[in-house]
């Protein structure tokens, strides 16, 4: 799996957008960027996924740029719920079972 | 539907016992992996079981053990404990078409004195 750089910590205020950035340079032709995240104490959650166009659910925006070597996640209006850890991991589509989260980025959403 | 189940949530342990962890799956999810939080190593994954067969591994000592029943349950057992397995251990679940997408339990917190 490609390796991703994120950074450790982030700020936003409430009702703002929260701009993840992931950098994953190394990025091979058939592998996905996926975003999960994790609120203290709970098990991780799933957000969104996408390969090379942008994409948009319910949760958040994922951005990838043209050449595919980094990513942005968008929170269109943070809330203090989504203070959480997110993890940016590129792979293969089914791939396998072990997902690789690296160390994440720290979301503080304040009011 | 009901998401995925852990028990116990919390479970205190000392040097040398051993401990069985329980996961239930979403229901109609066959596949069942297990994977370690620490503050040091952030989260690593232990196993992943489907149809009652470890399909895949990751890297830990044979201490680690898991299992994953006719109904898709699944157990972990980890033998002669060590401080160093404090440590948050959370199961996920994930259906046959969609490997990527794993739904994760609330995870149960072992302390090891």
């Known amino acids: 799996d490609a390796k991703t750089t994120q950074p450790p910590s982030m700020d936003c205020a409430e009702g703002r957008a929260a701009n993840l950035p992931c950098n994953h340079s190394t990025i091979s032709g058939n592998e996905y960027v996926y975003w999960y995240r994790q609120i203290h104490s709970q098990g991780p959650q799933y957000i969104i996924h996408g390969l090379k166009n942008n994409e948009t659910n319910e949760m958040a925006s994922l951005i990838i740029t043209e050449d595919r070597k980094s990513s942005t996640l968008i929170l269109p209006h943070a809330t203090l719920r989504d203070t959480a850890v997110y993890y940016c991991?590129?792979?293969?589509?089914?791939?396998?079972?072990?997902?690789?989260f690296g160390k994440g980025t720290s979301l503080l959403v304040t009011p | 539907k009901a998401g995925v189940t852990q028990t116990p949530r919390y479970l205190i342990k000392t040097r040398g016992q051993q401990v069985t962890l329980s996961c239930s799956p979403i229901?109609?999810?066959?596949?069942v992996s297990w994977y370690q939080q620490t503050p040091g190593q952030g989260l690593q994954f232990l196993f992943e079981y489907f149809s009652e067969t470890q399909r895949n591994k990751g890297n830990f000592p044979g201490r680690f053990s898991g299992r994953q029943f006719s109904n898709s349950r699944s157990e972990m057992n980890v033998s002669t404990l060590e401080l160093g397995d404090s440590a948050l251990y959370l199961c996920a679940s994930s259906s046959l078409a969609d490997t990527d997408t794993q739904y994760f339990g609330p995870g149960t917190r072992l302390t090891v004195l």
């Open positions: 991991i590129v792979r293969p589509a089914n791939s396998g079972y072990a997902l690789n």
């Open positions: 229901s109609g999810h066959r596949s």
